[in-house]
């Protein structure tokens, strides 16, 4: 089975995160790394690829050229070649811009199965893989947090505001995982040497046939209009543990008279 | 401006989300709104109660599971139509793949993750909490309709005591989006406690590493003489039962203490407990979301900490 999975690069979660007050865009400056999210969903490729004993799983990202270091990550765990759409033209792309790019990228792959993963921690969006299934014409099971896949077709279920659901739908699908679906594993010493040799293609607009007046900034029809700080905060704290922290709770709760 | 809301329905009522932004919306100016689904003619009229001068209705068999994609050919239909300045959604699972799957339908703007909405002149502003919530940024679109999906528990629906029009109309679907089919429609898993009415509540994540983590947890909860809640994360993965989940998916909690344990404090739990009067947190990594708003933040390993917290809240409260 040949399997993609969208995945984003995005600020490392323990790097200050901001937003360029000039262009408006988040700043990328700092480090990046693969979104943790996005773990769960080659996790649950590679298992369906070892499953299935044949096919592969190819990784499939749109990002400033520098995210190839971190998609190694994804090739380390497993995964057999990396597919990267860097082009500064699809800079500053918003929803229907990004799963423009996203969806021609996948075309060309032509994948049995499209997973996503939860949410891109920088945007906390979890819409993409909706507007990437309508673009592919796929069918689209979303949240999913325990994936079947038989006889050619996918079984998902997954939580809704009112239960659990459980949906079939017939391959070729788009699939997005929830953070419960699995562990992603650790990549091991010898995946993480064999990661640097695998496939790994970095592709313009111009090479997925995509105009640049489709992607990037031109083809996005949402704007950042101003920022704002956030409304001021009652006084929150933040302590370390030094073994004392069970005590500082009590005294905390006592002194707000809720014990 | 003339909005359209899509009204999202459970077990015969309208969604209580998707009839507060009806509200929201007939606020700002006209509202008309969208019903999809089998025999709901008689809850769409119910629309009228919260603002909405004109209901449009699909009742269509192959509307009749809540799935997003059938829904995305019934909206491209309506609007087809229909002048419609913007198209709102109450973001839920289902609303927010029809939403984003729309945009791409019909290559139109989508904002996300809205906390507000603003008119000003023939211009519409979003008000989007971004980056664990630490920036507020005013977004627009370029393109109409404008759709947004508003983030869940935003507004608060309101009576205005009006009436609506009924409008049923039609649509054909595309074979790709009647492939998906539901086999299984809202199941609860197990009945568990109710935690809406707790004065405090002990919430374990999973960062108690498994199911026997919560044992901890009910201890505490125990001492505190409190209930016990779980995110989505180890309710999906089966440590604790779905009736006990805060957030988006789960219940809204407003109780006086709120101790959040092994939780990270992604934005769809915190819209579920962000009301609590006392928010204490307790987690090893100081970067997670939490701490942005948890009134007492401890930094620390929680297989430390709650043990001995619990039993200083045993010693004090025999004393
Ligand atoms: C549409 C949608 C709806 C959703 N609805 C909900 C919802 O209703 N409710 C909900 O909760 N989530 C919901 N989510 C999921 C949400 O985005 C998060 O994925 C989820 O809340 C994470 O759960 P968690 O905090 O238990 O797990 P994690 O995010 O994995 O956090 C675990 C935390 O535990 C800490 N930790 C680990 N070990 C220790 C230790 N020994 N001591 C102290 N701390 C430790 C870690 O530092 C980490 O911060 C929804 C998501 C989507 C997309
Ligand atoms: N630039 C990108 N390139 C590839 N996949 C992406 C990109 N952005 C988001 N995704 C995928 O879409 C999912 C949801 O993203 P979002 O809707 O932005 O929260 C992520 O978990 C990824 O699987």
Known sequence: ?259 | MRFLVFLEHHDGKLQKDSLGVLSKAASLGDVEAVVLGQGVQELAADAGRFGAKRVYVQDDVLLDKPLPQPRVDALETLLADNGFDAVLFAATVLSADVAAALAARLDVGLNYDLTDLVVDGDKLVGKRPALGDSVYVDVGWTSEPRLALIRSGTFEPQESGGSAEVVPFESRFQDFSLAATMVEQAHEESEGPSIEDADVIVAGGRGLGGPEGFQQVEELAKALGGAVAATRAVVDAGWYPYSAQVGQTGKTVAPKLYVAVGISGAIQHKVGMQSSALIVAINKDPNAPIFEYADLGVVGDLNEIVPKLTELVKARKAA
């Open chain 1, 1 to 259: 089975m040949k399997i993609a999975v969208c995945a984003k690069y995005v600020p490392e979660a323990t790097a200050a995160r901001r937003i360029d007050p000039s262009t408006k865009r988040l700043d990328r400056s700092g480090e990046g790394a693969l979104n943790a999210f996005d773990a769960n969903a080659v996790e649950e490729a590679l298992k369906a690829r070892d499953a299935s004993g044949e096919g592969e799983v190819v990784i499939v990202s749109v990002g400033p050229e520098r995210a190839l270091e971190a998609m190694r990550r994804a090739l380390a765990m497993g995964a057999d070649r990396v597919v990267l759409v860097s082009d500064e033209g699809a800079a500053g792309s918003d929803l229907v811009a990004t799963s423009r790019v996203l969806a021609a990228a996948l075309e060309r792959e032509n994948a049995d199965l499209v997973l996503f993963g939860q949410q891109a921690n920088d945007s906390d969006g979890a819409v993409l893989w909706a507007a990437v299934a309508e673009r592919l014409q796929r069918p689209l099971v979303s949240q999913v947090a325990e994936l079947t896949l038989e006889d050619g077709k996918l079984r998902g279920k997954r939580q809704t505001e009112y239960g659990y659901d459980v949906i079939e739908a017939p391959l070729p699908a788009v699939v997005a995982v929830s953070d419960a679906i699995n562990e992603p594993r650790y990549p091991s010493l010898k995946g993480i040497r064999g990661a640097k040799k695998k496939p790994q293609e970095t592709v313009s607009l111009g090479d997925l046939g995509v105009d640049a007046g489709a992607a990037g900034e031109a083809g996005s029809r949402t704007t950042v209009e101003a920022l704002n700080d956030p409304p001021a905060r009652g006084d929150v704290q933040k302590i370390e543990d030094d073994g004392s922290g069970a005590e500082k709770i009590v005294d905390f709760l006592a002194e707000k008279k809720a014990l």
